[in-house]
Nanobody, 126 residues
Framework: VQLQASGGGLVQAGGSLRLSCAASGRTFRTYDGLGWFRQAPGKERDFVAAITWNDGITHYADSVKDRFTISRDKVKKTLYLQINSLKPEDTAVYYC???????????????????WGQGTQVTVSS
């Protein structure tokens, strides 16, 4: 699976962004899932949100669930992350990832994913 993330940029606090992650090279199956993680400078890669490929069931980190929305387009094989009310602490590189053994528990772990995109930088100015 190849994952190509895009949509990052420099925005002011309070603004919005929509990140995209285009998938290719494999047909997603019933138990697959997709996720977004982010990594700020000098910090670990943290879970943001995840979605099951087949049913579209979503999971969010508590810190973002009121402002972030994850979705997927099964026809376009693209994952999205809508980010609203951006805060300076949202500044990070955002990574998309895919899992062939998705579960609500493992979806929150870096180790729960098989393939990763290259990341897209989101910078929020105050």
């Amino acid at each position: 699976v190849q994952l190509q993330a895009s949509g990052g940029g420099l925005v002011q606090a309070g603004g919005s962004l929509r990140l995209s992650c285009a998938a290719s090279g494999r047909t997603f199956r019933t138990y697959d899932g997709l996720g977004w993680f982010r990594q700020a400078p000098g910090k670990e890669r943290d879970f943001v949100a995840a979605i099951t490929w087949n049913d579209g069931i979503t999971h969010y980190a508590d810190s973002v669930k009121d402002r972030f929305t994850i979705s997927r387009d099964k026809v376009k094989k693209t994952l999205y992350l809508q980010i609203n009310s951006l805060k300076p602490e949202d500044t990070a590189v955002y990574y998309c990832a895919s899992s062939s053994a998705f579960s609500p528990v493992t979806s929150r772990r870096v180790s729960g994913y098989d393939y990763w995109g290259q990341g897209t930088q989101v910078t929020v100015s105050s």
